[in-house]
């Protein structure tokens, strides 16, 4: 065969194999994208649907159009350091009053999550497929009205993000904050949602970090 089409075969050859092997990653590629999409769980239908003025259980989920009324941004006090929370304006109010009132008690407190919309509580459940966190549109979040909320350092009985506080590398729930909201949230209309005590009732684990604010 001449020379120069043993080459053009070659060339051909190469071109063929590289095209397939291409064709391949492709495909496999656009699978993988495919899995990584975010599909929201449709809510489901033989949930019990409440208003979201109390709590959600877990046989309980929001109308399938509900957005929470007014949100409004928390201050930087009120708000973890280095992030933004946004609550329906009552629990906003509430909150801070809390949060203020603790600290004249020497106790800090600050908002690590606050309203989460549906696609934020997907990407919760995508980072930690295996946990108890509700689906969308069953989560407390959503409404407005819930915080998880976290304990600060202090210096001179106020919140200073620069000092250390060795026990907060402790459970929320071991920390005298805890004990503190125990005995005085009801009074800012804020309950602690999922305790040991309903938990059958609840069906999640205790979540001491976890408030909601009950309203009319
Ligand atoms: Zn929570």
């Excluded at 649907?49 to 046989?59: D, E, Q, S, T």
């Excluded at 280095?82 to 109010?93: F, P, V």
């Excluded at 997907?122 to 407390?140: C, K, N, T, V, W």
Aim: glycine residues 6%; aromatic residues 8%.
């Amino acid at each position: 065969m001449n020379q120069k089409i043993k080459i053009i075969i070659g060339i051909l050859v190469i071109w063929a194999a590289t095209l397939s092997i291409l064709t391949v990653y492709l495909f496999v590629q656009a699978n993988q994208l495919d899995d990584r999409v975010v599909v929201l769980e449709p809510v489901k239908l033989d949930c019990e649907i409440v208003n979201g003025k109390k709590h959600i259980y877990k046989n309980q989920c929001l109308p399938e159009n509900y957005e929470p009324q007014v949100l409004t941004e928390l201050s930087k006090r009120a708000s973890w350091l280095g992030t933004y929370q946004y609550l329906d304006i009552r629990a906003k109010m509430s909150i801070e009053q809390l949060i203020v009132d603790a600290e004249k008690d020497g106790m800090c407190l600050a908002v690590v999550s606050s309203y989460r919309s549906k696609e934020e509580q997907q990407r919760l459940i995508d980072d930690a497929p295996l946990s108890h966190i509700a689906f969308p549109g069953q989560s407390e979040h959503h409404t407005g009205l819930a915080v998880d909320l976290g304990a600060c350092p202090m210096k001179d009985g106020k919140r200073d993000d620069s000092v250390e506080r060795l026990e907060l590398k402790n459970p929320f729930g071991e920390l005298l904050e805890y004990q503190w909201l125990k005995r005085n949230a009801e009074k800012y209309g804020f309950e602690e949602s999922y305790r040991e005590d309903n938990r059958s009732e609840t069906g999640y684990p205790p979540e001491p970090w976890h408030w909601k604010m009950i309203v009319r």
